[in-house]
């Protein structure tokens, strides 16, 4: 990635030809749904006034713009910010990455003394937790009960969860420990979170101790917590142990769930097994446990990835004559191996497919179909497709927005390279260095040296860092 002066150059550049080549923004319509409403005989309390500021906030999508509507807002009137609108407007700066404002407003809260819920500092754990930032979410989390707020349990879990998901084991086992200190008593979602902390780590060990720890502190173990060990088992290539914990987790009147089959039949296929891996899922009925969806997803993804395509689809085909609608990560599975076989146009048949069943495409889903028509060189398709992507309101990766745009520019179609790039700065993402190389060279032409100047510039931009 190109920052610094090197990316506002080009941000320059890119400016220039914006203006003289009059390029207009992307712009999506978003799809409505529409809803009915049953009819009732009783009374309906009469409909509350909507809260203005709520109202408006819904309908900025940059957070910077939120921030400064939310200050000009209350600036103006003579009221004072409420917890709705404080809560709203943290969410949005959460979702967004926007962090170091949300400490102001939670400084606000707190000097405010307005009642907070939990529910509030259980978000921005796990926000902090996506956006890589373990040590603020401990921070927040230990400043909890200074915001006229209880902490409880469950906020608990989610940061053991949190610390877990970012490679903090030890952290989260620290805090754990200190359990009693806290007031908590620790339930089966605790243990499981510590238990597969080891088990990711591969300490199998540690993770059984965790486990007897679990049984003599008289904690019943959920079927979670057996699932995260015969998992482990399995992707070990350890199914005869696997299978024997399967069936003590029987006789000690845990009953297996579909989850459980599931990673049963993923360890059989991994070794080559697919038909008892198939034959497991009919049997699992026998026990009493219907087979899911994901189910026919692991036969469906071994045989995929086999390349048998053909196999897979009829997969399909056997979910909906026994009733089950197949769900996104089905078909995702489908256009994930079809896009990667250079068949986009087969996936995209079944894009359609699973829209006019009703079944939402996903992120996932718009980002390989993109990669997979950019696979095969149609960019005009890709591009389609990523319109799409957007007005869902779905965000691509900068990799794929870097392949559209070389794209492109190799087919000549700067000014819809343009209209790419114009989302990208919207999204605060940069080319790459032949990113740029690519759509200079399509705008300025091959002549003067272009590719010289951009290596000046990157060259520039180093020295300065």
Excluded at 28 to 49: D, L, V
Excluded at 187 to 212: L, R, T
Excluded at 217 to 236: A, C
Aim: hydrophobic fraction near 35%; charge should be positive; charged fraction near 25%.
């Amino acid at each position: 990635m190109i920052y610094g002066q090197t990316q506002r150059k080009f941000i320059s550049i890119f400016n220039s030809i914006k203006q003289t080549l009059n390029f207009s923004s992307l712009t999506f319509k978003r799809s409505t749904k529409r809803s009915t409403q049953k009819r009732s005989n009783r009374a309906r309390k009469p409909p509350q006034n909507p809260h203005p500021f709520l109202t408006k906030l819904k309908e900025i999508q940059n957070p910077d713009l939120s921030l400064q509507f939310f200050h000009e807002y209350y600036q103006n009137t003579s009221l004072k910010p409420d917890y709705p609108s404080y809560t709203a407007l943290i969410y949005k700066l959460a979702r967004s990455r926007h962090f170091q404002p949300i400490q102001t407003l939670l400084d606000q809260i707190k000097e405010e003394d307005l009642p907070c819920k939990e529910t509030l500092f259980i978000a921005l754990i796990q926000h902090y937790g996506k956006g890589n930032l373990p040590n603020k979410a401990i921070e927040l989390f230990f400043r909890i009960p200074s915001f006229n707020c209880t902490r409880t349990l469950q906020s608990f879990n989610f940061l053991l969860n949190v610390l877990v998901k970012n490679d903090r084991l030890s952290d989260a086992i620290g805090i754990f420990r200190r359990d009693s200190e806290m007031g908590f008593r620790p339930n089966s979602i605790s243990f499981n979170i510590i238990i597969n902390g080891h088990c990711e780590k591969g300490d199998w060990k540690e993770a059984c101790k965790v486990f007897d720890e679990m049984l003599e502190r008289k904690v019943q173990p959920s079927v979670v917590s057996y699932n995260v060990l015969i998992g482990f088992l399995s992707k070990k290539g350890e199914l005869g142990k696997a299978m024997d914990l399967l069936e003590d987790m029987i006789v000690k009147g845990n009953k297996p769930n579909a989850v459980t089959y599931a990673i049963l039949m993923e360890g059989l296929c991994l070794e080559g097994k697919y038909d008892a891996a198939r034959k497991m899922m009919f049997d699992m009925e026998y026990r009493g446990c219907k087979p899911r969806v994901l189910n026919f997803g692991v036969l469906m993804n071994d045989c995929a990835k086999r390349g048998k395509i053909e196999e897979a689809r009829d997969w399909v085909l056997e979910m909906k004559r026994r009733r089950y609608k197949p769900d996104v990560v089905t078909y995702n599975i489908l256009i994930n191996y079809m896009c990667l076989e250079g068949r986009a146009n087969e996936a995209y048949k079944v894009l359609v497919e699973m829209q006019v069943e009703g079944c939402e495409p996903n992120s996932a889903t718009y980002r390989m179909m993109v990669d997979g028509f950019c696979r095969v060189r149609e960019f005009d398709k890709a591009l389609r497709v990523l319109s799409a992507m957007l007005a869902s309101n779905h965000g691509p990766r900068v990799e794929t927005f870097n392949c559209l745009v070389v794209g492109l520019c190799e087919c000549g179609k700067v000014s819809d390279a343009c209209l790419v790039l114009e989302e990208m700065e919207k999204r605060k993402m940069g080319l790459d260095l032949e990113g740029w190389k690519g759509f200079v060279r399509a705008v300025c032409g091959r002549d003067g040296g272009v590719v010289g100047l951009v290596d000046e510039l990157i060259s520039m931009d180093s020295n300065c860092a």
